[in-house]
Nanobody
Framework: QVHLVESGGGLVQAGGSLRLSCAASGMPFSIVDMGWYRQAPENQRELVATISSTTRTNYADSVKGRFTISRDNAKNTVYLQMNSLEPEDTAIYFC????????????WGQGTQVTVSS
């Protein structure tokens, strides 16, 4: 059974930093493309960043230059380093595993709250 467990969220002042972690189990992590999404109250879930199995990365324009996604296949973990946080970054952040030929479906974590105070 696949599990994605996020951690690292919390309350931080504007300009501060947080690092989110997502520990995966029950799937062939090294060949799965991973990502982080977020959802603010009354907003749709939106893409923050993705990282492929070959470590190719992609970022939303709103976080480019401030956030960095990375992965450690030995630890089955994907990270999101968030710097220069802004109140607009306040949201629940979700870890996502892309569907591929082996897993057959996508998976989501339960989410972790990030709150940035002004």
């Amino acid at each position: 059974q696949v599990h994605l467990v996020e951690s690292g969220g919390g309350l931080v002042q504007a300009g501060g930093s947080l690092r989110l972690s997502c520990a995966a189990s029950g799937m062939p992590f090294s060949i799965v493309d991973m990502g982080w999404y977020r959802q603010a109250p009354e907003n749709q879930r939106e893409l923050v960043a993705t990282i492929s199995s070959t470590t190719r990365t992609n970022y939303a324009d709103s976080v480019k230059g401030r956030f960095t996604i990375s992965r450690d296949n030995a630890k089955n973990t994907v990270y999101l380093q968030m710097n220069s946080l802004e109140p607009e970054d306040t949201a629940i952040y979700f870890c996502h595993a892309e569907k591929n030929w082996l897993t057959g479906r996508e998976y989501w974590g339960q989410g972790t709250q990030v709150t940035v105070s002004s």
